[in-house]
């Protein structure tokens, strides 16, 4: 009668989700203030004033059946000659409003470029730990997700385990730089070695693979670390970016997909990409964030605040002795669980109201993820339940 597989994911959400909304029942009964909620990657600082000012005058002066009417399929042409012009400034990659896609977000833009490239018996890899919701992905596009696990102890990419893991039916490389769920930066030497091993490994196979950069944090940096642009370092490359984090508008849904003028035939992949827009309902992002993010292209949120964070809780937590992954970048951090059940650790933190995400639905067992992006002060008062919880585990 319905879809088994979508009825599977319909009653299982994500278990960030699911954390998630544990808390806000637990915050109901015992005061928000008492509950310590790490789970959802939710920007906790405004958007900059221009943002709300551009749309402000937007609605003021823009007439209605503009403002509030359809743009084209892959989005207003002004708004995609605005982004190709940003790109080209910043970048230096000759980008033009043909090859760019606007979207609901990133995830959007992952599903649509997935199923552009992708059929039966395809394969695309991504590195653990990745953002879960990437299985959920690849595998609605037919392909199958193959999980290439990071080196432990920093989390880069495991270059012997990779090469071994493409085969003839490599169809991508997703990539996640700041990285989700652990905040790191893939340094440019790894982006180096990475694309010229896929170039070596599409001349041995005689076929394109795909790197797909999914971008929702590239402007929350902290380390000084570059990140590099996919496009300038490798030809058959898309980018899937949302102004979420960046411009603190998580709720707003706009990003972009933007497919490499060095591709091979981009201008079919584009077609390609349009097709999986239109074959999914993903046509036309909504109007008024098109207009706003046009001039808004060169803000960002004040991510100072999330570098504070990310500094008092590294220096808390590794004080107390946790094993901890530095981030570079991003507004999370991989923390190594005290047993190697990190389900098993996250219910025990939950006795001191503290609320982490287990790395298994990231595909790295034995960590939990924990989002920074919250009130200073809610940090600051965690620290004594993260050691009463150190504390517990060394009574056992």
């Known amino acids: 009668m319905i879809s088994e597989k979508m009825l599977e994911l319909g009653k299982k959400s994500s278990v960030i989700r699911e954390i998630f909304e544990y808390g806000r029942v637990r915050k109901a009964e015992i005061g ?135 085969n003839s039916n490599t169809k991508a490389v997703i990539i996640n730089s700041p990285n989700n769920p652990s905040g790191v930066i893939i340094p440019e030497k790894d982006i180096i070695r990475l694309t010229e091993l896929l170039k070596a490994k599409q001349q041995e196979y005689g076929k394109e693979i795909f790197l797909i950069s999914d971008e929702p944090y590239r402007e929350l940096v902290f380390t000084g670390e570059k990140v590099a642009y996919i496009p300038a370092y490798y030809d058959n490359s898309f980018v899937c970016y949302s102004y979420s984090k960046a411009l603190s508008l998580p709720g707003e849904r706009i990003g972009y997909i933007f497919v490499s003028p060095t591709m091979k035939e981009c201008g079919d992949v584009f077609a390609a990409v349009c097709g999986a827009g239109r074959a999914l309902g993903y046509v036309c992002a909504p109007s008024l964030m098109q207009y706003t993010i046009a001039e808004c292209l060169d803000d960002t949120a004040d991510v100072s605040v999330y570098e504070k964070n990310r500094q008092i809780l590294y220096d808390g937590l590794t004080d107390i002795g946790y094993t901890v992954i530095k981030p570079d970048g991003a507004f999370y951090m ?26 298994d639905d990231f595909g790295c067992p034995g960590f939990v993820r924990i989002a920074y992006c919250v009130d200073t002060d809610l940090i600051e008062r965690s620290l004594p339940a993260f050691k009463e919880l150190f504390e517990d585990y060394k009574n056992d």
């Open 32 to 166: 928000a203030e008492n509950v310590f909620d790490f789970s959802l990657g939710n920007p906790s600082v405004p958007a900059p004033q221009k943002v709300t000012d551009v749309m402000n005058r937007l609605i003021a002066e823009t007439p209605a059946e503009v403002l509030h009417g359809y743009t084209s399929g892959p989005g207003d042409l002004n708004v995609r000659t605005a982004i190709a012009d940003y790109i080209k400034n910043k970048y230096s990659v000759n980008a033009t409003p043909g090859l760019i896609y606007m979207t609901c977000g990133a995830a959007a833009s992952l599903t649509i470029t997935l199923n552009a490239i992708t059929e039966l018996g395809d394969e695309v890899i991504a590195f653990a730990p990745f953002f879960p919701e990437y299985r959920v992905f690849v595998e609605q596009a037919g392909a199958k997700l193959v999980t290439v696990p990071c080196k432990t102890e920093d989390l880069q990419i495991d270059f012997d385990v990779l090469e071994k893991s493409i």
């Open 334 to 359: 991989f923390v190594k669980s005290l047993e190697e059940d990190a389900y098993k650790f996250y219910e025990r933190a939950k006795k001191f109201e503290l609320l982490l995400v287990p790395g």
